[in-house]
């Protein structure tokens, strides 16, 4: 049997920050980006993704979490991690939804 070695925090740091470049570049082209991140996510992956940005933009709009669950026909436990992260006013979801909302 093959053992796994564990992954050094630092080495999976510096992949993501790697990730994180690399997407920042793509992001110009739209038909790139939704290419390269269906080739590095699997399709449940991919589509998750997706229903992770509704939940925040309906929580967002002041849904309840139970009905957002409902909506989109997923745990409540998923909806709760939106809303946490939701709710720090300087994380990731609240500055991406004002950017989203300012270029409407």
């Not at 589509?47 to 957002?68: M, N, P, S, Y």
């Not at 006013?89 to 989203?100: K, T």
């Amino acid at each position: 049997m093959v053992q796994r070695q564990k992954r050094d925090s630092h080495d999976t740091e510096q992949y993501t920050d790697e990730l994180v470049g690399v997407v920042q570049k793509v992001a110009g082209s739209k038909e790139l980006l939704r290419e390269f991140l269906q080739d590095i996510l699997s399709p449940a992956e991919y589509k998750e993704l997706g229903v992770r940005w509704q939940i925040v933009k309906q929580l967002a709009e002041g849904k309840a979490q139970r009905d957002v669950a409902k909506n989109l026909h997923t745990g409540v436990a998923t909806v709760t991690r939106g809303s946490r992260a939701l709710a720090d006013s300087r994380g990731g979801f609240r500055q991406v939804l004002r950017l989203a909302v300012r270029k409407k």
